[in-house]
């Protein structure tokens, strides 16, 4: 059985003996529109949420970017007006279909407009079975309980980009250590690869959820950038920079929104914890 492997990296920061108090005069940067969109085929309602970013040091919620006009179109040259929901919340109701390129456009209530390239929504490949599997409390797990394991299969002789969203008692996993995605580069036609989601050691009655997607390459090569930013480098590494996403401002190229959006077909399975005799 081939296993996939997501390492997670811990950084601890220490601090001591310090007495000056020293203050840094730290540029704020541009203001930008920070765009979370997804289009898949398992949807009923199709979401796309913006907010604009704000500076570093402001410890306040980044604002909803309201009042924008918001349209996603597919390439059979339909078009999907979506209405605000909530501050910030696009939404429209419509089924998407795997085999179709889907494009997003926004105008701010600032009027800067923006656009995404068409991406193609390609099939996913199969998600087999979910289970999971009892883990003793240990110097590596400071608390014992279980985790969740998925097995899958891959497409073959098609390049198949992978992305997991986890769910636990219906909340998304959403933290950096949760990214889970990978691609088909060694694993081509395989059967029975496997998947462990272990951010969070879950008890009996929890409800655990993952959803397997089958993002385009661009997605997938944004997603392994950002993992880069944060858990990259070292002391003389290279400063962290905002990834550039596929959302590009219409009248200037080099104007970009952060964030994706994203096209996927969907398969999901979830189980319900219970105990296991050890």
């Not at 306040?60 to 910030?88: M, Q, R």
Request: aromatic share 12%; net charge negative.
């Amino acid at each position: 059985m081939k296993k996939i492997f997501f390492i997670l990296f811990t950084l601890i920061l220490t601090t001591s003996g310090c007495e000056d108090v020293i203050e840094l005069d730290v540029p704020e940067g541009r203001t930008r529109l920070v765009v979370d969109g997804l289009v898949a085929d398992a949807y009923e309602v199709q979401t796309v949420k913006l907010k604009y970013s704000a500076p570093y040091f402001s410890n306040t919620e980044t604002p909803a970017a309201t009042g924008a006009e918001v349209i996603i179109t597919d390439s059979k040259g339909n078009e999907f007006v979506l209405e605000e929901a909530e501050p910030g919340i696009y939404q429209s109701a419509f089924k998407a279909q795997t085999g179709t390129g889907y494009s997003l456009y926004v105008k701010t209530a600032e009027g800067e407009e923006f656009r995404s390239p068409m991406q193609r929504m390609e099939p996913v490949a199969s998600l087999d079975t979910i289970y999971y599997e009892f883990v003793e409390k240990s110097i590596f797990n400071e608390e014992e309980g279980y985790v969740v394991v998925i097995e899958c299969s891959d497409i073959e002789g098609v390049e198949n980009f992978f992305r997991w969203k986890y769910f636990v008692n219906g909340e998304f996993q959403d933290n950096i250590e949760d990214l889970a995605f990978t691609n088909d580069r060694f694993v081509d036609g395989s059967q029975g690869l496997t998947v462990t989601f272990s951010s969070r050691m879950l008890q009996p009655g929890d409800m655990a959820k993952v959803e397997q997607m089958s993002v385009t390459r661009e997605a997938y090569n944004f997603m392994n950038l950002l993992r880069e930013q944060v858990y990259g480098g070292g002391q003389f590494s290279t400063p962290p920079a905002p990834v550039r996403g596929n959302v590009v401002n219409i009248s200037n190229q080099e104007d970009f929104a952060l964030g994706f959006f994203m096209v996927s077909s969907i398969v999901s399975k979830e189980v319900e914890i219970k105990p296991i005799e050890q």
